[in-house]
């Protein structure tokens, strides 16, 4: 009776809905989380605190082993958008393409990239060609929208999210449309392919711009990323998914082994961290965390994640007797406290640096 005073209490002091317009599920662990972030507060007022003084004075972030440094140990939300377009490179390319954002919305419409950022219908001809079994994912895929209703599909991107709802003032729907469209006429050998509609949301989240939204998708898919991770072929993809299986038969052989046992392709389980880059997958303060390194150190932080989550449930995983149970397993890892706790998940992932990554960041 005690713990369920305590809980109730703790759901009467945690806000219903996250500091970024994510309503909490109903199966939320408020007293577990409330625990948790009173730690946590902590972190990000010293955190706050260094980067006010590091940033002090104005202009942009800049590269170097003390920024790494404080980044790894958490970028709060207020300072987020800067660093972001800092380290990236994305703050340098907009400066010197002033007013290029709005001519990409200006200019000659492409009637099929507006369809498939419409209605999402580019998800059915990736998984073709990918011949992947499993959905990019967990939510089922929208109705097609009617041409008159271009931010029907962008009302499902996230429907937990009270800021992309159509009542919402502002309403972020537009906003993401209009990034997806910009990249779309920017990058033609890309266009638009299902993940990028989940991460230009998170970036319009935390730069609360359209335009630095834009200038960091391209930097992600342009240089952080591998190429063709979105292209038609998505084979940048592809490599990354054959490169996590080399990974774990190097540093996990026993995991390796039961898949192999299984026949289970990388593709069947982990094709949603790579192409969400773990958006929808952890929870969003760990997914931004996990960005905060992506943006300075570049993609092999997504092996990295992999890795952890790995490791740390190895013997539940070796627990699996069949391909049903695996699955089951590879999305239990991906709750729970371990990753909800983010500053410690980061922690642990950093001091277990897993080194062996073959494949270096363009922009390391």
Not at 323 to 341: A, M, N, S, Y
């Amino acid at each position: 009776m005690a713990a369920a005073g305590r809980a109730q209490a703790a759901r009467d002091r945690v806000p219903r809905i996250d500091p970024y317009g994510f309503e909490r599920p109903e199966d939320f662990d408020y007293a577990a989380y409330e625990e948790f972030f009173s730690t946590y507060l902590v972190i990000l007022t010293r955190r706050a605190i260094k980067w006010s003084k590091l940033l002090k004075g104005g202009g942009g972030v800049q590269r170097s082993m003390t920024v790494k440094r404080y980044i790894r140990k958490g970028v709060p939300l207020e300072h987020r958008a800067r660093v972001w377009m800092g380290v990236s490179g994305a703050q340098a390319q907009m400066d010197r393409n002033p007013g290029y954002y709005q001519r990409l919305l200006q200019g000659e419409r492409s009637a099929s990239l507006e369809e498939a950022i419409r209605t999402g219908s580019h998800k059915c001809r990736v998984l073709r060609k990918t011949g992947s079994l499993c959905p990019l994912y967990t939510r089922s895929p929208p109705a097609l929208a009617p041409p008159s209703a271009p931010c029907l599909y962008m009302s499902r991107t996230f429907p937990d999210n009270v800021r992309f709802r159509k009542d919402a003032e502002p309403c972020l729907q537009g906003p993401l449309y209009n990034v997806l469209l910009a990249y779309g006429c920017h990058n033609h050998g890309v266009g638009y392919c299902q993940g990028m509609n989940f991460i230009a949301g998170y970036l319009i989240l935390v730069t609360k711009s359209e335009e630095e939204a834009f200038w960091l998708l391209d930097a992600l898919v342009g240089r952080i990323l591998p190429a063709d991770y979105y292209s038609p072929s998505m084979l940048g993809l592809k490599t990354d998914q054959e490169v996590l299986g080399e990974l774990v038969r190097l540093k996990l052989p026993a995991v390796a082994a039961l898949m192999d046992g299984h026949g289970v392709l990388w593709t069947l389980v982990a094709s949603r961290w790579f192409i969400c880059l773990f958006v929808d997958v952890l929870p969003v303060e760990t997914v931004l965390r996990v960005w905060d390194c992506l943006f300075s150190e570049g993609s092999k932080i997504l092996f990295r994640v992999a890795l952890t989550l790995l490791k740390h449930h190895q013997a539940s995983i070796l627990e699996a007797t069949s391909v049903p149970d695996l699955c089951e397993k590879f999305k239990e890892i991906t709750q729970g406290r371990f990753v909800t706790e983010c500053h410690s998940f980061m922690q642990f992932m950093h001091q277990n640096s897993l080194k062996s990554c073959p494949r270096t960041s363009r922009i390391s």
